[in-house]
């Protein structure tokens, strides 16, 4: 099938059949059915049994899950992280938000970028068994590609990696219970966030201004709102701990 063309447009309002959107995107119907099938894409509107119509919404989000796949190698389930939660994004914010993929770096590399490294070098110097590292990666917390022909690591991978091995150094061993499933609860809360920022970001920012403004916009709210979570997250904490030990003291008050 021919792929469409990278700057190929379709009217907002109109109605496309399934071939239609097989022409716009370049994507057969079956990939497009499996990603509906997977949440990647939401239902189409459906008037009859035997009829679905489509519009460039579905467009945009297919041009966007294939630009993440082929230019930035993610998998179709961090993707549908992104993408995926049966919300509808405007053409102009899936167009803005792609504008800002490969533009934004994660603070830690541009402060200090981690080079790719092998799993097994990787687990030598963290301590962390290659096993863990693939079960990392198993619940979405890493990525694992290959590079001449040997499993690695990149970038915020590698970051990733060395925390979940500086939380193991503080105590927080298998023994005791906590095991790479504990990440993929991170991981979930994470990507139910990131959806919930990425349309709000979408629609009132990357889809009315430019994109030099959204990706400054991108870039300084990253880091401020990730400096606002974890002094959310600690206050939280702390709250609840002493509202735990209040809690008890009063127990203890009650039966003296």
């Known amino acids: 099938m021919p792929g469409a063309t990278k700057g190929a447009t379709v009217e907002p309002r109109r109605r496309l059949k399934m071939k239609d959107l097989e022409r716009a995107t370049g994507v057969g119907r079956e990939a497009i059915r499996y990603y509906i099938r997977e949440g990647l894409l939401p239902e189409p509107e459906r008037p009859e049994r035997n009829v679905a119509w489509y519009d460039a919404a579905f467009v945009e989000r297919i041009l966007l899950i294939k630009r993440l796949q082929s230019e930035r190698f ?94 193991r150094a503080a105590g927080f061993s298998e023994q005791r219970g906590f095991t790479t499933a504990d990440v993929a609860l991170y991981v979930e809360v994470v990507q139910w966030l990131a959806r919930e920022e990425l349309h709000r970001f979408g629609e009132r920012i990357a889809a009315k201004v430019d994109a030099d403004t959204a990706r400054r916009m991108a870039h300084d709210g990253i880091e401020h709102v990730n400096e606002l979570l974890a002094r959310l997250r600690e206050s939280v904490l702390l709250r609840a701990i002493a509202e735990g030990n209040l809690g008890e003291r009063d127990s203890g008050d009650a039966a003296g």
């Open 74 to 167: 993610l998998p179709l389930t961090v993707i549908k992280g992104i993408v995926g939660d049966g919300r509808e994004l405007t053409p102009g914010a899936s167009r803005g938000l792609s504008a800002l993929d490969g533009h934004i770096v994660p603070a830690g590399e541009r402060d200090r970028p981690h080079q790719p490294e092998t799993v097994a070098r990787l687990a030598k110097r963290t301590g962390l068994p290659a096993k863990e590292i693939r079960s990392l990666a198993g619940v979405g917390a890493v990525e694992i590609v290959v590079r001449d022909g040997k499993q690695c690591l990149e970038g915020s991978s590698v970051a990733i990696a060395e925390a979940w091995a500086r939380v």
